[in-house]
């Protein structure tokens, strides 16, 4: 069979991109009386996309736009959603508001105040300075109202609601460019859960590897939803921003393959970025036969509970050993759900 040849993956806009886009046509109707055909913006490492029009429409004292969110070859759950911006005149500056589909904040910790549309610095600062470039000599007093129709159902497909944000999705973007298959976003919702964690004086958080280690590690120490970090593959991800900023206890949980992995110095668990060394889990127990295994399920079916609890003890030394700091706990989990193995209960 003849090989296919390889194509780059296509990038796309962040929902911060198409509301700066929306914004700045919207502004256009308002302020010079007609729609653009389409729109260019500049993104804060300058590069300068143009956004075709979706939707407008126009009344007294207000104009609105939409923009298709156009994620590229990522996996977003926004892809193809209508990222619509509302502008009239405010009481006096720029204000922020969130209109359809679009959430509230409702705990400390976030980089947006609470009671605040979940609308983030950069979107927030990118749409300030379209407003700025266009008003020439008219006062910047202008109400930016940011909808994303079926937004409140997306959200449930996100970190938002244990991230303390109701009603809707947030408006993202720190490039304003969707990078496919990124990391950065995933590490980033991680980052925010800690830090919200801490703001409501939580000193027990943990980071899991799949939604059956999560489930079992909850309810193994009552944990509350938001103190549940989101961690998969990411391990480094979670643990670096810990170092950082530390709260008194944090816990990891997930299979034998991933805490395997774990357990011989890896941070990303990720199966096309770290595999599991056989030899070295052989090694970890004395037992020549784990050598053979192709998966560390194999492997524990070869060697059951002894192993499972050396691996639990490995990754926790590793951990302690590379991060420091609070105290670590490791719970290893089959995929039904038992507890195989705990270190540092």
């Known amino acids: 069979m003849e090989e296919q040849p390889k194509t780059e993956l296509r990038r796309g806009w962040t929902t911060g991109a198409c509301a700066t886009a929306a914004t700045k046509a919207a502004l256009a109707r308002l302020w010079d009386g007609a729609f653009p055909k389409d729109v260019q913006i500049t993104l804060p490492k300058g ?117 303390g944000i109701v009603g809707g999705l947030s408006v993202l973007g720190t490039t304003g460019i969707v990078r496919p298959f990124s990391c950065a976003a995933w590490i980033a919702s991680i980052h925010r859960g800690i830090d919200v964690s801490i703001a409501d004086g939580l000193t027990h958080v943990a980071g899991c590897t799949g939604a059956t280690s999560e489930r079992i590690v909850q309810d193994l120490y009552g944990l509350p939803d938001h103190a549940m970090l989101d961690m998969g593959d990411f391990a480094g991800g979670m643990l670096k921003y810990l170092v950082k900023h530390p709260v008194k206890r944090v816990t990891i949980g997930g299979g034998i ?32 036969r784990i050598k053979g295994a192709n998966t560390a399920l194999e492997a524990y079916q070869i060697a059951g509970e002894p192993l499972a609890q050396a691996v639990a003890e490995a990754a926790l030394r590793k951990v302690q050993d590379r991060f420091g700091g609070p105290h670590y706990d490791i719970v290893v989990i089959d995929r039904a759900g038992q507890v195989l193995a705990r270190a540092g209960a």
Do not use: C, Y
């Open 47 to 163: 590069e300068t996309p143009t956004f075709a029009l979706a939707h407008h429409a126009a009344g007294d004292g207000w104009a609105e736009v939409g923009i298709t969110k156009d994620a590229g070859d990522d996996p977003d759950v926004t892809h193809g959603a209508l990222i619509v911006v509302r502008v009239a005149a405010s009481d006096g500056g720029v204000v922020f508001k969130a209109g359809e589909g679009v959430g509230t904040v409702t705990k400390a910790g976030l980089p947006i105040g609470v009671g605040e549309p979940a609308i983030n610095p950069v979107p927030r600062q990118l749409m300030l300075d379209v407003v700025d470039q266009m008003a020439g000599e008219r006062p910047q007093d202008i109400e930016i109202t940011v909808s994303i129709p079926g937004g409140a159902a997306l959200a449930q497909k996100t970190w938002n609601p244990r991230l």
């Open 257 to 288: 393959g991933k805490i395997s992995k774990l357990a011989q110095g890896a941070i990303d668990l990720h199966s096309g970025r770290s595999q599991v060394d056989f030899e070295a889990l052989a090694a970890l127990i004395d037992d020549p």
